[in-house]
């Protein structure tokens, strides 16, 4: 099975960075997904992670550290629109590309 | 291209009435999926179609749910009869089926059940 572990709330400020950890266990990887949901939204993907390293798109980063069973996704330069929920998820080896999720951190980012 | 279709937005109904989904996935994309979303929580599978087989419904309470996916494009998620705990937003997703594939989601389906 999967276990996946996010924090539940963070707070930040505008213009600030804030990283949001995932830490999973699972039988077996083929790649980690974080998505961002805003409020009575739909989930929308933001990185993929199948190697360890670290990916840059833009604003957004990913890390990836498999022998850790870890990533984090961080956030630089906050805008007030990116408070949002972070839903970290992990594809499993043989799952036929299904993606198990975990509960996502809620994230609000002041003034 | 156009994205993920699901109707209705929402929906209120009584336990032990019944309720039927419908989603129409991105043109070309073969897996399909169905997740339940509770309030505070992260998606969970209730079922996985590959065209018009299911690969996995291994969650799927199948005493209440049901879900098809006839010709291999459209699906349909159906609750009869409908529980209080049953209320959540479904989401329908679908992806290409490659392992870096991402899953791309529809609004969902914000259910009710009083």
């Known amino acids: 099975g999967q276990n996946i572990d996010q924090p539940t709330e963070m707070t930040a400020t505008e213009g600030a960075i804030v990283q949001i950890n995932c830490t999973y266990q699972?039988?077996?990887?083929?790649?980690l997904f974080w998505y961002q949901q805003h409020a009575g939204e739909a989930p929308t993907f933001l990185s993929y992670?199948?190697?360890?390293g670290l990916e840059e798109k833009g604003r957004f980063s990913s890390f990836l550290s498999r022998s850790k069973g870890y990533s984090y996704l961080l956030l630089k330069e906050l805008q007030m629109k990116d408070s949002a929920s972070y839903l970290c998820?992990?594809?499993?080896?043989?799952?036929?590309?299904?993606?198990?999720f975990g509960t996502g951190t809620r994230l609000q980012v002041t003034l | 291209e156009a994205g993920v279709a699901q109707s209705p937005r929402y929906k209120i109904i009584e336990k032990r009435q019944s309720v039927a989904f419908w989603c129409n996935p991105i043109?070309?994309?073969?897996?399909l999926y169905w997740y339940q979303q509770i309030l505070g929580q992260g998606p969970k599978l209730l079922i996985q179609?590959?065209?018009?087989?299911?690969?996995?419904d291994s969650q799927l309470p199948k005493d209440r749910f049901s879900a098809e996916r006839l010709k291999g494009v459209d699906s349909t998620l159906k609750i009869q009869p409908a529980k209080l705990e049953d209320s959540a937003v479904y989401l329908c997703?679908?992806?290409?089926?490659?392992?870096?594939?991402?899953?791309?989601f529809g609004n969902g389906t914000r259910l009710t059940v009083t």
């Open positions: 997703a679908s992806s290409l089926g490659r392992d870096d594939s991402p899953l791309h």
């Open positions: 699972t039988s077996g990887f083929n790649g």
């Open positions: 992670n199948v190697l360890d």
């Open positions: 998820a992990v594809r499993p080896t043989g799952t036929a590309s299904k993606l198990t």
């Open positions: 043109s070309g994309h073969a897996t």
């Open positions: 179609f590959q065209n018009n087989g299911v690969v996995d």
